[in-house]
T-cell receptor, first 113, second 115 residues
Framework: ETGVTQSPTHLIKTRGQQVTLRCSSQ?????VSWYQQALGQGPQFIFQ???????GRGNFPPRFSGLQFPNYSSELNVNALELDDSALYLC????????????FGAGTRLSVL | QKEVEQNSGPLSVPEGAIASLNCTYS??????FFWYRQYSGKSPELIMS????GDKEDGRFTAQLNKASQYVSLLIRDSQPSDSATYLC???????????????FGKGTHLIIQP
């Protein structure tokens, strides 16, 4: 167990809807990164939050947005869902940015119909 | 375009033998290197991290890094059926501006340990 918790574990949405995924970081960790993992692929970096600010972003459109709260928990919001958004969404927390090890939560499986 | 390449496998190894997993990366600015293990339907679990050239050993696992050749490898000694999983190679390049680039992952190598 990494101490990183994600909710919900599974979610089914229809195209065009909006979704919010949640992540609680490991105690003492101030950095949260989000990844999307499509079936048969490696995780793809979406963005990272450090001390409540977006600290870096991968190649994802603006309809992917996030928040980090004072307790360092985080949300990932996806608007206007598309079929290709179906994936495992992973949250990882770390002690800081840079080379710190990222510990992953169990993930949220999102299906878009 | 930053890329991390792995042979997707499956790589089949007899129980008790050494499993050798390889990874190459394209970004010479990469500074931190990680191996994660992922069981089917589960999230990635850290196996090893390595930051400097050479070997790093932890139990049955040895990570090897060669920055000049831009490759990272993972050796698993005395392979067990429970080692059967997908192994993901990940690299991190710390942005010069202080922002995060995030981990760049390969697609993973599917390892099967045959009893």
């Amino acid at each position: 167990e990494t101490g990183v918790t994600q909710s919900p574990t599974h979610l089914i949405k229809t195209r065009g809807q909006q979704v919010t995924l949640r992540c609680s970081s490991q105690s003492g960790h101030n950095t949260v990164s989000w990844y999307q993992q499509a079936l048969g692929q490696g995780p793809q970096f979406i963005f990272q939050y450090y001390r409540e600010e977006e600290n870096g972003r991968g190649n994802f459109p603006p309809r992917f947005s996030g928040l980090q709260f004072p307790n360092y928990s985080s949300e990932l919001n996806v608007n206007a869902l598309e079929l290709d958004d179906s994936a495992l969404y992973l949250c990882a927390s770390s002690l800081g940015t840079g080379g710190y090890i990222q510990y992953f939560g169990a993930g949220t499986r999102l299906s878009v119909l | 375009q930053k890329e991390v390449e792995q042979n997707s496998g499956p790589l089949s190894v007899p129980e008790g033998a050494i499993a050798s997993l390889n990874c190459t990366y394209s970004d010479r600015g990469s500074q931190s290197f990680f191996w994660y293990r992922q069981y089917s339907g589960k999230s990635p679990e850290l196996i090893m991290s390595i930051y400097s050239n050479g070997d790093k050993e932890d139990g049955r696992f040895t990570a090897q890094l060669n920055k000049a050749s831009q490759y990272v490898s993972l050796l698993i000694r005395d392979s067990q059926p429970s080692d059967s999983a997908t192994y993901l190679c990940a690299v991190l390049r710390v942005s010069s501006g202080g922002g995060a680039d995030g981990l760049t992952f390969g697609k993973g190598t599917h390892l099967i340990i045959q009893p």
